[in-house]
């Protein structure tokens, strides 16, 4: 070969021997060629180690929940029942959902959101009534907690519907009234909104039927 020719081939690159040579006078590489023919196998196989990848570099997605609003209705949308149109209306407490239902002859007319007894005060289970004794407010200086608009079920002013608790100056416990509607957090006593716990202050009749299951 003479040596245009050799010039020709370095330059424009050339078969020998199964290897394509590349280059220029001062550089020359060499790259075996290979076939490799694209199936769909091989192409889907590309495409799941690629999300894989993609995966492991993903960051986890933060898990928002929903505020409880402990200061309104739980069902704002929906009106409280009317008590002369349910005189047989009756409560129903379930400690494992942390709510409360009024129901009138198999029937539930409204859900409030509750939060009943913790583990070592649980909320007493059984059948019981709406009792005289309710008020505006109270403040129990052994728990250091109190609350307001509530209705007594039991004992006479020791099992209490009431709303979410507050502290020696009235205030309302925000990171207590956050577990409203999902975790059991009182000393026995069933918590409720603060909208909750004043229709069954102004409302809700003495004698009417509790069960807490």
Known sequence: MNMKA?????????M?????????????????????????KTRAASQTSKKIQLAKKAKPRSQKTTPVDWHGPSMPDKAYPDLAQHPNLTIKVSTKRQRVYLVDQGKTLYTMLASTGKSGSETPRGQFVIQPERGPNFY???SKEGANYWVSFKDHGIYLFHS????????????EAAQ???????????RLSIA???????????GTPVTVN
Do not use: F
């Open 6 to 14: 050799q010039a020709v081939l370095i330059a424009t690159g050339a």
């Open 16 to 40: 020998v021997a199964g290897v394509m040579i590349w280059g220029t006078s001062n550089n020359i590489r060499g790259h075996q060629l290979t076939s490799h023919p694209v199936t769909e």
């Open 164 to 175: 979410v608790p507050v502290d020696a100056t009235g205030t309302y416990v925000k990171s």
């Open 180 to 190: 409203l509607g999902k975790e059991a957090n009182s000393h026995g006593c069933v």
């Open 140 to 142: 129990n200086q052994q």
């Open 196 to 206: 909750d716990a004043k229709w069954m202050y102004e409302n809700i009749r003495q």
